[in-house]
C-alpha cells in the first residue's frame, strides 16, 4: 500500500512539474493542495533541478 501511495505522489508531482513549464509555478502548487500533496516536493525541485533524481540514480546499472 505505501508503495503504491509513493508511486501515486511520485506522478503527481511529475505532472506539477510539467504544470510549471505550461501554466507557472502557482498553478502547479495549486494542483498540488488538490491533490493532498505536499508543496516541499515542487519547491525543492524548483530550487535545484540538477539534483532532481539524484539519490534514484544506481552507481552501477542494473541487469534486468
Known sequence: MQ????????????YA?????IRGVEF?????DTCNVSR???TRALQSPEL?????RRK???ND
Not at 508503495?3 to 511529475?14: F, H, I, Y
Open 52 to 56: 532532481r533524481r539524484h539519490h534514484e
Open 3 to 14: 508503495r503504491r501511495t509513493d508511486e501515486q505522489t511520485a506522478l503527481t508531482a511529475e
Open 28 to 32: 502547479a502548487l495549486s494542483y498540488l
Open 40 to 42: 516541499t516536493i515542487l
Open 60 to 62: 552501477q546499472p542494473r
Open 17 to 21: 512539474l510539467y504544470l510549471v513549464d
